[in-house]
């Protein structure tokens, strides 16, 4: 099945810096990659997605690149804020149907 | 609704009690998927249902785990004889169609403690 991996499991930074999470898959057949924002308690939320056609998508202080041949993509959060603080889930399309494989998650605390 | 709804929201169940988890996806959404989460990890796949049809329950961890959509809207996932290592949220997704690349969304999950 599909493998997905994601680093790092915590990330610390200050309010206004930038914040990177990478994920690599195996499975060079999926062709979509979302990226959901869990705070505490609550449901997870795309909060923006790539399809395999696309390099990189960007929405306001969010991007996401995919590189297909590496097998791997990244979340990009610029000038970051106190309410970004929340842990992310890559995740990974694959087969006919949507079966969602998740990665384990980024914990992002932004501090103040 | 407007939303993915789950009842109850949280459920405490004693070791060896049956439960049941509701389901009910946004209206028309013909794809459901159940997950489940431990704490700090991500969701984990356990069923999908495309309309009342179950068409993949690889995920499922036991016998113990049973899955339903009898009329193709309202799902139940109810886990018999419950025990400790089933505490976990679930969650339910649902989406609109059976294409790939089509947005699911997460209702709030059932927070399950066996105690």
Known sequence: GENVEQHPSTLSVQEGDSAVIKCTYSDSASNYFPWYKQELGKRPQLIIDIRSNVGEKKDQRIAVTLNKTAKHFSLHITETQPEDSAVYFCAVYLGGYQKVTFGTGTKLQVIP | ?115
Do not use: M
């Open chain 2, 1 to 115: 609704g407007a939303g993915v709804s789950q009842s109850p929201r949280y459920k405490v169940a004693k070791r060896g009690q049956d439960v049941a988890l509701r389901c009910d996806p946004i209206s028309g959404h013909v794809s459901l998927f159940w997950y489940q989460q431990a704490l700090g990890q991500g969701p984990e796949f356990l069923t999908y249902f495309q309309n009342e049809a179950q068409l993949d329950k690889s995920g499922l961890p036991s016998d113990r785990f049973f899955a339903e959509r009898p009329e193709g809207s309202v799902s139940t996932l109810k886990i018999q004889r419950t025990q400790q290592e089933d505490s976990a949220v679930y969650l339910c997704a649902s989406s609109l169609v059976w294409v790939r690349n089509t947005e699911a969304f997460f209702g709030q999950g059932t927070r399950l403690t066996v105690v």
